[in-house]
């Protein structure tokens, strides 16, 4: 027992034990912080946005408990007087799942038919509604329009249109779903049920997933886009006499000027790149709102879909990366790549190294 309330480092412990398990609580409590910070972005986004549109709702009150705009009513968390729930206020928040199968919990026929029946009808409105979301992204991208914030109320708006609800949904989302089910196939049983308690939560798992996913993709794609782009020989970008250590290096140095934060000049093997050419290319750009941080993006992650949009788009397209000139040694990498190949039986071990060895040699 008395362990679970002493720290860890409270224990004798050696020197270097001791300092790593400083560094990697430090650095828990970093990842820590910087998760709440991106949470607190999207909340005050949100906020500012909601404020600014109820507004300008003739039909819209101030929530009655604090006078402020940016809600309702006191059970939303923006709420200063907020009242907290049964569940938290008790403590008991831990929520368990016990995993069993039908047959071995249910001996009833009808009833286990209608559980059936019931897993089978949410699985095709969960499928239907992701491929939805999908359709209404992309088409709204590929016609240059704006999108709106990701919040639950967005997608929970989305969503409904599949159950014939969602009035308050905007007028484009409504065309966009008559477009949509003509291209569903006939087979599909669109007999969703029409409760929408199971929207809900959806909506709110794809408003997290979208931020999440955003915030934690944009640099390594933007990246990822910037150095093809080096590499391709049919792109007016084709840096044909640098190494792909130096596209990477100067990729890098692209994503940073591009995103508004410190960048400095990388040194290169291949002196003749023009620094002032690639920081030209990089001035036009526009990825969405600078400086780019993880608290940014995740707080309006919306206005950053354009950009990923050109990237993935771009990124589809198989580019082929070479060096300049053919090389003369063997890199980690063709190790790696030849070494998976190698059966590894123990009567041929030895061999590998012996691969390994000319190859470093070669
Ligand atoms: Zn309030």
Wanted: aromatic share 8%; proline share 4%; hydrophobic share 30%.
């Amino acid at each position: 027992m008395c362990l679970l309330t002493t720290s860890l480092l409270d224990l004798p412990l050696t020197e270097t034990v001791r300092k790593n398990l400083e560094k990697a609580q430090k650095k828990r409590e970093e990842k820590r912080k910087k998760t709440k910070e991106k949470r607190d972005a999207v909340r005050e986004e949100e906020k500012r946005q909601q404020e600014a549109k109820r507004r300008q709702d003739p039909n819209a009150k101030p929530c009655p408990s604090c006078g402020n705009w940016d809600h309702q009513r006191s059970t939303s968390k923006n709420c200063p007087k907020r009242k907290p729930k049964k569940r938290e206020q008790t403590g008991l928040t831990r929520q368990s799942t016990v995993k069993a199968t039908l047959d071995g919990t249910c001996n009833n026929e009808i009833l286990k038919n209608t559980i059936k029946d019931t897993v089978l009808k949410c699985r095709n409105l969960r499928h239907t509604a992701s491929l939805f979301v999908n359709y209404l992204t992309v088409r709204r991208l590929s016609s240059g329009e704006p999108m709106p914030l990701l919040t639950q109320s967005f997608f929970y708006n989305v969503f409904s249109q599949l159950v014939g609800q969602g009035q308050q949904a905007d007028q484009w989302i409504k065309e966009l779903y008559l477009e949509f089910q003509t291209l569903l196939p006939t087979a599909r049983n669109l007999n969703f049920h029409h409760d929408t308690q199971m929207i809900t939560e959806m909506a709110r798992q794809y408003s997290t997933a979208s931020h999440q996913h955003i915030s934690s993709n944009f640099e390594k794609r933007t990246v990822d886009y910037f150095f093809l782009r080096l590499s391709n020989q049919s792109d007016t970008w084709h840096l044909a006499t640098a190494s792909v250590k130096d596209r990477r290096s100067v990729a890098k140095y692209m994503y940073q000027r591009a995103a508004g934060l410190q960048a400095d000049w990388p040194e290169l093997e291949d002196t003749t790149i023009s620094h002032a050419m690639i920081d030209v290319r990089t001035f036009t750009l526009q990825l969405g709102p600078t400086p780019i941080t993880e608290a940014s993006l995740s707080g309006r992650a919306n206005l950053y879909m354009p950009w990923m949009a050109t990237v993935l788009a771009y990124m589809e397209r198989r580019v082929l990366v070479q060096e300049p000139v053919p090389q003369r040694y063997a890199s980690k990498q063709y190790v790696y790549r030849n070494l998976k190949e190698v059966s590894c039986d123990i009567a041929s071990s030895c061999n590998i190294f012996l691969f390994v060895d000319s190859i470093c040699r070669s």
